[in-house]
């Protein structure tokens, strides 16, 4: 597979362009779907560990234990939630496939245009064809924006959640 960072031969580099943004993209959606869900989750142990405390009269190597699982709930989410989103590599081939499964009208032109640029053609005819191929290609790309790569309806669900449970925890720290 063609990795973000390997040389290729430039088909069109308003292709390429499009590729690179949307991969942006995806990765900051996937980046901020994860902080959402892992608010939500260190939300939920806060207001449930704020009631236990409330109820039960935790001692205090209680609290301490909880205040250490929080810290270490943190460093997880921020480490495999958010930072590996953001650093793990997206091929080529990955964005293409995203972008035409986000975008229907695309009948597989960007993802034909991704995988025939990784080849050598002698053949004059088929250089055309190929070539063709990528100035469709570019004027289907034209019309789709590369924030449809990270085009998700997980973040609004999430952020209720995470709003939800901001909104009960401050409920119940000023009763």
């Known amino acids: ?66 205040g ?7 460093v997880w989410v921020l480490g495999f939630s958010v930072l590996r989103p953001l650093v793990r590599p997206l091929t080529d081939e990955m964005v293409a496939v995203r972008l035409e499964r ?29 070539a063709l191929q990528a100035h469709e290609t570019l004027s289907a790309v034209e019309r789709v924006s590369p924030a449809r790569a990270g085009a998700d309806a997980r973040l609004w669900k999430w952020a209720l959640r995470a709003g939800a449970l901001g909104l009960a925890l401050g409920v119940y720290a000023a009763v």
Not at 68 to 74: A, D, E, N, T, Y
Not at 102 to 129: A, H
């Open 102 to 130: 986000n975008c229907p009208g695309m009948d597989n032109r960007l993802i034909n245009t991704v995988l025939f640029r990784k080849q050598e053609y002698s053949d004059p005819l088929t250089r055309r064809m190929v």
């Open 1 to 66: 597979m063609t990795r973000e960072t390997t040389r290729k031969r430039p088909v069109a580099p308003e292709i390429d362009d499009r590729l690179r943004r949307a991969r942006r993209a995806w990765r900051l959606s996937e980046a901020a779907a994860g902080a959402l869900r892992g608010l939500t989750a260190l939300l939920a142990v806060v207001l449930v560990g704020v009631a236990a405390d409330n109820l039960l009269a935790l001692p205090p190597a209680a609290r301490l234990a909880g």
């Open 68 to 74: 250490v699982l929080f810290i270490l709930g943190v």
